[in-house]
């Protein structure tokens, strides 16, 4: 079974700019959760979706948005990018027993 | 709140040893999963161990085995003859069963495994 897929692994941007992260789950997983991570703040939720469905979502600006397609894949948006905004992004794919499986991340570095 | 204290930042061990890492965590639910995730240099969160809240029962792992304490709130992490590839930070985290499917995780302690 394939594993969960993010793309891409790297990406620069400029301040100001927007920039859209990709995740694709294991076959058969409906639930994607997306988690920033960084030195300071650790791992912290952004948001997860279900059946295409928004379910919960952290407490970030309404700059970081989501979505998730029929084939479970999703996305995610940040608009306006601001340098607070580095960091490495995961995100989280779960079946119904709830384990969750991660991909390897994009690391975004906002100069 | 829901929060997951991991109280050791760093801890290093020899090759072969036995280590046992340190996680309380926070909450007023009663059903809950709980995990420890493995982060080695590649970034990737690798799932080690999970423990489903109701089984009393310590989950193992080959060589990962957890010691959970309901009552008292923790879920340290016991990994038995040490190898080189154990070298990673280690989170702890917890999902509850009922309501926000998120992750809460500890600020991780960084494990060095030395030769």
């Known amino acids: 079974k394939a594993g969960v897929t993010q793309t891409p692994r790297y990406l620069i941007k400029t301040r100001g700019q927007q920039v859209t992260l990709s995740c694709s789950p294991i076959s058969g997983h409906r639930s994607v959760s997306w988690y920033q991570q960084t030195p300071g703040q650790g791992l912290q939720f952004l948001f997860e979706y279900f059946s295409e469905t928004q379910r919960n979502k952290g407490n970030f600006p309404g700059r970081f948005s989501g979505r998730q397609f029929s084939n479970s894949r999703s996305e995610m948006n940040v608009s306006t990018l601001e340098l607070g905004d580095s960091a490495l992004y995961l995100c989280?794919?779960?079946?119904?027993?709830?384990?969750?499986?991660f991909g390897q991340g994009t690391r975004l570095t906002v100069v | 709140a829901q929060t997951v204290t991991q109280s050791q930042p760093e801890m290093s061990v020899q090759e072969a040893e036995t280590v046992t890492l340190s996680c309380t965590y926070d909450t007023s639910e009663s059903n809950y999963y709980l995990f420890w995730y493995k982060q080695p240099p590649s970034r990737q969160m690798i799932l080690v161990i999970r423990?489903?809240?109701?089984?009393?029962q310590n989950a193992t792992e080959n060589r990962f085995s957890v010691n959970f304490q309901k009552a008292a709130k923790s879920f340290s992490l016991k990994i038995s003859d040490s190898q080189l590839g154990d070298t990673a930070m280690y989170f702890c985290a917890f999902i509850i069963i009922q309501g926000a499917q998120k992750l809460v995780f500890g600020q991780g302690t960084r494990l060095t495994i030395n030769p």
């Open positions: 989280a794919s779960r079946g119904p027993d709830l384990g969750a499986f």
């Open positions: 423990q489903e809240a109701y089984k009393q």
